[in-house]
């Protein structure tokens, strides 16, 4: 069981289907039936939505690993936090605009320390205490 893995990966399934709803929903508003058309706003909204695909899966794989191997709760919550807050706030940044902003620049950090930081905790755990590793036949 994980079920602080699992919490989080259901917000973020929730987050993504808000993200891709909002896509279809820009798509029908600037009547594009496929692709973005080279709208900026839709764009924008089809590279949020992007983004978060290419980044919650390693997030939530990391987190998932070092849970399975008993990792610190609280290291884990704090991964998570982190990757919802960073989706959101990058999300927010880039859909006002499509130049540098205080919330892309703050969703970005997040959202690499929670993939960074649960990784390097991981690794430790396998590379310095091997031994404390649980072993699943």
């Not at 973020?12 to 039936?33: N, S, T």
């Not at 991964?79 to 706030?89: D, E, K, N, V």
């Not at 969703?107 to 590793?133: C, D, N, S």
Request: glycine share 8%; with cysteine; charged share 10%.
């Amino acid at each position: 069981m994980a079920p602080i893995t699992s919490l989080y990966a259901a917000l973020a399934a929730i987050l993504l289907v808000v993200l891709g709803m909002y896509v279809i929903f820009e798509r029908g508003r600037q009547k594009v039936v496929f692709g973005d058309g080279g709208n900026p706003v839709l764009i924008r909204a089809v590279r949020v939505h992007g983004n978060a695909t290419e980044y919650v899966p390693i997030a939530l794989i990391v987190m998932l690993c070092l849970e399975l191997e008993h990792g610190s709760p609280w290291i884990l919550h704090l991964a998570g936090i982190l990757l919802l807050f960073g989706r959101i706030a990058h999300a927010v940044g880039l859909l006002r605009s499509e130049k540098a902003s205080p919330g892309r620049f703050l969703g970005v950090v997040a959202t690499f320390a929670a993939i960074v930081v649960p990784a390097i905790v991981l690794a430790a755990r396998v590379m310095l205490f091997p031994q404390a590793l649980v072993m699943h036949p």
